[in-house]
């Protein structure tokens, strides 16, 4: 992407399982571990006026003059990065300006949290193994989606607060409720935060485990009546009713992109788990993404699959994320589909079979 004075298209993302810098104390600009970030020099007028813009819109605030500047190289840092992707023959995807760029790699990688996922525990699921799905006919058609069918809510907001696991939970939990039930309730994911005490609110957890004790709940109330708060609260469920449960859950089976197209093609939206961890996906604003250095196994980050078919004559799946609409392509993602299961879109898939509403 070219950055112009005159015209400037400034695209930004919201968290993911992080904390914002704006709630963790700021590094200080002698911290040895970031002094490659400290050695950048003639910072021109449009990087600066690009920074003034970003910290503009996303409010941010720094405590001195000298952390301002820190920050501003960092900012330059990662632009460079940015635009050498950008300027790269055959790159599928664009990357852009997104909350993260006056952060570290160190601070955006301590805030993801990788899932230690149980394998012995997850015996004790059914799992979905069959692979029969529709297919695109054309270049540009998506053969499934969700969103147009109404049966995804609109893209949220995570904010200060390492919660996608929650959002993961809800988002699968409204998307077949939708389906079986021809009803779309948008869920609270501040009551899994708040009341759920087998995890830890917004230090994460399994969605599995947020979805089990949803059924033992007797349900979730609606965002409406349980808003979302960035933080973990005191457990208020006295003060609303639960609108929906759902129990049941089914894995889709490990690393099969087919197993995956079919449930999403036959159950809804699935609850996936990916390796967020690259900075390509860190600064992700649209295309078909395809992380290269990604892993299938060291998975950071949980959202939701609510489609799949291609894009520029590549398959792909349609992602919900939960970082805002200024982050992506209006708060979703375009990944690769059928490239050996990258960043791990089907290692941990999963759906609740059955929902009701009350």
């Known amino acids: 992407m070219r950055f112009c004075l005159f015209l400037v298209l400034l695209v930004f993302s919201i968290n993911v399982c992080a904390q914002s810098t704006q709630s963790k104390k700021p590094l200080q600009a002698n911290d040895k571990s970031d002094s490659q970030y400290l050695q950048l020099e003639n910072l021109n007028h449009e990087d600066e006026f690009l920074f003034e813009l970003f910290n503009s819109k996303f409010k941010k605030k720094y405590e001195t003059e000298s952390e301002s500047m820190f920050r501003l190289k960092i900012f330059k840092k990662n632009l460079e990065q940015i635009r050498e992707h950008n300027s790269l023959e055959g790159v599928t995807f664009k990357m852009g300006i997104t909350q993260f760029v006056d952060w570290t790699r160190e601070e955006y990688l301590a805030g993801l949290q990788q899932k230690k996922i149980n394998l012995d525990e997850r015996k004790k699921y059914k799992v979905f193994s069959e ?127 087919d197993a995956l197209a079919a449930a999403v093609q036959k159950f809804g939206p699935i609850s996936i788990s990916i390796d967020a961890s690259t900075a390509s996906f860190e600064f992700y604003k649209g295309g078909v993404y395809y992380g290269q250095e990604c892993s299938p196994s060291l998975l950071d980050h949980d959202i939701l699959v609510v489609g799949y078919g291609t894009l520029n004559g590549q398959d792909v799946w349609l992602v919900k994320n939960q ?35 009350y």
């Open 131 to 257: 692979t029969g799905h529709l297919e695109s006919t054309s270049p540009d058609e998506m053969v499934i989606n969700w969103v147009t069918k109404g049966a995804v809510t609109a893209i949220k907001d995570q904010k200060d607060c390492g919660s996608c696991w929650t959002f993961s939970a809800t988002g699968v939990m409204e998307g077949r409720n939708f389906v079986l039930n021809r009803k779309l309730i948008s869920l609270s994911e501040s009551e899994i935060i708040d009341c759920d005490q087998n995890c830890a609110g917004c230090n994460g957890c399994l969605v599995e485990h947020g979805l089990e004790w949803v059924a033992s709940n007797g349900g979730l109330c609606s965002e409406q009546d349980y808003p979302y708060v960035p933080s973990d609260q005191v457990c208020s469920k006295s003060k609303c009713k639960s609108q929906v449960n759902c129990s049941e859950i089914v894995f889709v089976k490990s690393g099969d992109e």
């Open 323 to 357: 970082w805002g609409t200024s982050w992506g392509d209006n708060g979703y993602v375009y990944m690769s589909r059928n490239r050996d299961n990258n960043c791990g879109i089907a290692s941990s898939a999963l759906f609740p079979m059955r929902c009701t509403n």
